[in-house]
């Protein structure tokens, strides 16, 4: 490309020495001789080649760029256009609209029976609550059952024990009692020999007057006496 530039630019300075009429200089002058004639051209038309260079290159890259772009699309257009290929087959070939239908069917059938297991899940709730109730009730019964035993055992307890110090209490009085007439017993004795000994010495037995209180009923005395004596009693008795 520059040796073509340069025919050029020696064609554009010979077409411009032809049309040039002023005098031509001597050749002996070498001082009107321009050196550097065509340089501003010359550097001009290097720009411009640099420049159609470079968008060359951009255009090169611009170039490799679409035609993977290209590629990427074709990739694409194939693949959409295989899809619809697939989708067609399925839509005129196969029995996509029956399968559709039947997958409706059961997902109808399942609804259904998702319904069913939901009321068998409400009714097995419901009967674990009533067995819970039950269980419940039969715990309370139970407890009842056990604190009316306690109870009853604690009356039992409670009557036992009444019935006990009752006893005790009885066998206190009556042994007081039978102290009491013990007592009296032997105070009645007593009396008894001492008016007997008054009456074998005197033939009388003189009365004693005793306050109210200290008289007993007769079946309550009982006298400790000896045979004996009183038979030797009667026998001396009847001698006299």
């Known amino acids: 490309m520059l040796s073509s530039i340069k025919e050029k630019l020696l064609s554009v300075k ?10 031509k200089p001597d ?11 065509g340089a501003e051209i010359l550097s001009k038309y290097q720009e411009q080649w640099a420049a159609i260079h470079k968008l060359n290159e951009e255009n090169a890259t ?6 993977y772009e290209i590629q990427n699309i074709s990739k694409h257009v194939k693949s959409e256009k295989e899809d619809i290929g697939l989708i067609t087959h399925i839509l005129t070939q196969s029995n996509l609209t029956a399968n559709i239908s039947n997958c409706l069917k059961q997902v109808k059938n399942l609804h259904d029976t998702c319904n069913n297991v939901e009321k068998g899940l409400i009714a097995l709730e419901d009967l674990i609550n ?12 139970y407890h009842l059952k056990q604190y009316e035993v306690r109870k009853q055992e604690s009356l039992g307890s409670f009557k036992t024990n009444l019935e006990t110090d009752h006893q005790k209490k009885i066998l206190k009085h009556e042994a007081n009692k039978k102290k009491i007439l013990e007592e009296r017993q032997k105070v009645f004795q007593e009396a008894f020999k ?14 004693l007057k005793l306050p109210k209180k200290q008289s007993a009923l007769l079946e309550e005395i009982q006298l400790d006496f000896d045979q004996n004596e009183l038979d030797q009693f009667f026998g001396e008795k009847s001698t006299l």
């Open 130 to 141: 009533l067995n819970d109730f039950e269980n419940i009730k039969k715990q309370h019964a």
């Open 27 to 37: 050749k002996n002058d070498k001082s009107s001789i321009n050196y550097f004639a």
């Open 14 to 23: 010979r077409n411009v020495n032809l049309f040039n009429t002023e005098e």
């Open 194 to 207: 001492s008016d007997l000994e008054v009456y074998k010495n005197l033939g009388t037995i003189p009365k």
């Open 62 to 67: 611009k170039a490799e760029d679409l035609a």
